[in-house]
């Protein structure tokens, strides 16, 4: 009996790494970046939708564009497909306008749940609708650590690490078109190092305080710009035991690492009156493990 219903966890991302390489000739910026999975999950559910089978349907508990990354995703499949009608339903807990990746996390969701009912497509079909979605959304699709080039749709695999963490997040969102319009690449300083490689090396030998020297993200003097207690963050998060701070993505969320969950537990304390602060860890298996 073919299957109906699908219910798959759409886990979000951090940068444990970012850099801001050139502006390209379409607008997009040229990124190197190292991201990783973490066990923060939106729940997406796809199912056939029954009546209305030659359409799509998107459902979310908080409200969406009425063309978002789901419905741009299932659209696409279905474009290339030919494939029936489905009805999404998406459970937010990933904040949104974070640098989290939600809405590439639950784009990437439908994408595979639609593979899981129909399964039409190849996997290099299927990560070229990733790519056409958005940037963020092959690295969803892949899940656990990966080093993301280009806009971030080439991907090489890196090693998982089980990594402690604490995310936290003040009243602001950031706007990731508004950020990346505000950048002056001319004030970038020069490097003496590569972070993205020396991420990698530090990955390799599996020492969380290793990883938590080598954070880096080149959006992060902008988005102060933004939401200026990013950097008051930071310097809390340290304050209160992290092995090392950073902005994730285009922000605003501020995520340190921790030796250890108890760690973790006691210096969210500090954060009590952030309206956001979540106690978490990375994630090493792979993407979408249903419910």
Known sequence: MTEQRIILNAPAKINL???VLKKRTDGYHDLRTVMHSIDVCDTVTVELSGANGDGIIVECTTPLPPVNTAFTA???FREKTGCGGVRIQIKKRIPSEAGLGGASADAAAVLHGMQQLFGSISRDE???IAKRVGADVPFCLHGGCALCEGIGEKLTPAPSAALPLLL???NRGISTGALFRSLDLGKKPARTCDPSSAMLNALEQGSPADIAAGLQNDLLPAAVGFAPEIDRYIAAMQDAGAL???MTGSGSVVFGIFSDMDSAKRAERAFWDCPV???CETMSRQP???H
């Open 74 to 76: 299932a659209r696409l």
């Open 168 to 170: 936290v997040r003040g």
């Open 244 to 246: 090392g701070a950073s």
């Open 288 to 290: 979408f493990e249903a």
């Open 126 to 128: 299927l990560y070229d």
């Open 17 to 19: 790494t970012l850099e």
């Open 277 to 279: 602060h979540i106690v």
